[in-house]
Every structure is written in C-alpha cells, then in structure tokens.
C-alpha cells in the first residue's frame, strides 16, 4: 500500500532490473590484486584466506579453533586445465595427482566434525583411447590409505558442450563423491521439490508391512498411491543453470547449496579448499551457514571478496 505497487505488479519485477546481483554472475578478475599470500579476510561472518590448502598452519590460521560441518569443492583437474599461472600453481600429472591431494584431504579431516561431510566434486579426462584412472584412484586412496568412508556418489548433470562426435559423444555429467568419517548429519527436509506425482514409499524404512507383497505391481505403487507434493531428491542431481546467465555455470551456487542445505544446519561451518570465484560462500551466505575457505590466487581471492 505505501508504494502505489501490487503484490503481482512487484512480484513481476525482474530482480536484475531492479539491482540485484545474479548469484552465479562473477566479476571481472583484476589484473593487479591488492590481496597478497598469507591474507584472511574477514566477510561478514566468513573468512577466505589467499594461502594453500595443504599447509596445515595456513588451513589452522584460517579456521580460527572452528569445526568444518560440510566440506566441498571441486579440485583442479590435473593437468587438464589451465589456472592462474601468477599464483605459482603448477598443474598436476595424472600419475602424481593422489600423492599431491594427500594434505588436502588429511586437512579437512582434521577439522571435520563428527557428524561431518565432505563432498568432492571432479572427473577424470580422456585423451586419445584412454579416460584417466587418477580420480578412481583418488576415491579408493581416501577409503583404503586415508581412513575415509566412502558414503555416496552423486551424478551432477552438465548440457555439455556441442561438438563433434569422434570416439565419444559430449560429456553431459560429472560425478561428486561423498566421503566421511562415520555416521553423518542429514537434513532431507530442506531439500524437497515440488512433484505431480509423488509415490507412496516402499520397502525398507517406508513402514509398510505389505511392501514385499506389492513390489513390481504397477497399479498398486503408481495407480492409487501417487499424489501431488513435495518429493524427496535422487542421488541424479540437475544442472542448476543459471537463467541471468543463459548457460550452466562452471560450478553454480546451486551446487554447494544443495549439499549446504541437505547436510548441515543454520550456523553451521562450510569450508572450500579451492574457493575458486567463491559459489561455495555466496551459497552459504543465502542459507545461514558460514564459510571458510582458502584460494591460491590473489586476483581471485579479489574476485571472491568483489
């Protein structure tokens, strides 16, 4: 009433329009950073520090005594991608990827809280014949050399990028897998959509006594017993594209913020190794979470503070 508006006339208004940032749109990097190694700085409740994930004193300064609830990210990809070369990161060999990620690992581990989850989000390249086993190895280092669970594999849905098809067709997913130390905080709940058809639950868990007898009858599961409401998510999750962008981004905040809301609390701690253009913070800053986390490169620690 005290704006002139409607509800629907104010509801019409394009939030871009009107001056808010699209939360997958990325500044330009800068050319001249102003951050240097060894910063922290302090975003509200967050802190992202320019340093190496590996060092044990520089993840021990940036996490300040606080416990990780959540941990992901998505690491370098070997030697596949080019990255800001004035940070002095070199791209790492397929054959020596599982003995450099060691300290990555051995880092978050070491501030995991009990209940905690780590998601990590990366896919192996092909070339020629072959596709890499680095990241294969990868899993299995951190269940059989490093003391991890490996808990679940989540499929992340990509458009991919038309091109032409020699020896394999576009690559239109990538896997993140979720590792942790025993018995994890899960918040199905908060991450429910809403569905047409919504199937009553079957099978173990469902507290159903007659399950056994009505599994593979079609009427009996999809006839009577689906309705409208809210469903839970698979395991197969979607693109998260970004309409502002017309495209998926690289890593969307849709991303992280799933994995923020169905596997932590409000106030809870939610730490990136790689913080790359900062999706995994601009998620947790929408859901009440705090983030920490640490960047190799000044210009994108500027980026990231932008």
Sequence with gaps: DLTGFTADEIAALNPVEV??????????????????????????KHRVMCGDCRDFAAVEKLMNGVKINVA?????????????????????????????????????????????????????????????????????AHVRNWGWNFAEEFCWERAGIPQQVARRFKNQFEPIYHFTKGEWKFRPEAVKHESKAVPKALGKGAGDTNAAKRQGHVSAIYGNDIAAGMAYPGNRLPTF?????????????????????????????VYDPFMGSGSTLIAAEKNGRIACGLELSPKYVDLIVR
């Design 19 to 44: 001056g808010l940032t699209d939360e997958d749109a990325v500044p330009e990097v800068p050319e001249a950073p102003v951050t240097v190694l060894g910063d922290v700085w302090l975003l509200g």
């Design 241 to 269: 594209q970004s309409a502002a962008l017309g495209h998926p981004a690289a890593y969307p905040v849709g991303l992280p913020e799933f994995f923020i809301k169905a596997y932590s609390d409000e106030g809870d701690v």
């Design 72 to 140: 992901i990210t998505s690491p370098p990809y070997a030697s596949q991608r080019k990255y800001d070369e004035s940070s002095g990161f070199k791209p790492i060999s397929p054959n020596d990827y599982v003995d450099w990620y060691q300290d990555v690992a051995a880092n978050i581990i070491a501030n995991l809280q009990h209940d905690g989850s780590y998601f990590c989000n990366i896919k192996p390249n092909a070339e020629e014949l072959k596709r890499e086993l680095y990241v294969f190895d990868l899993v299995l």
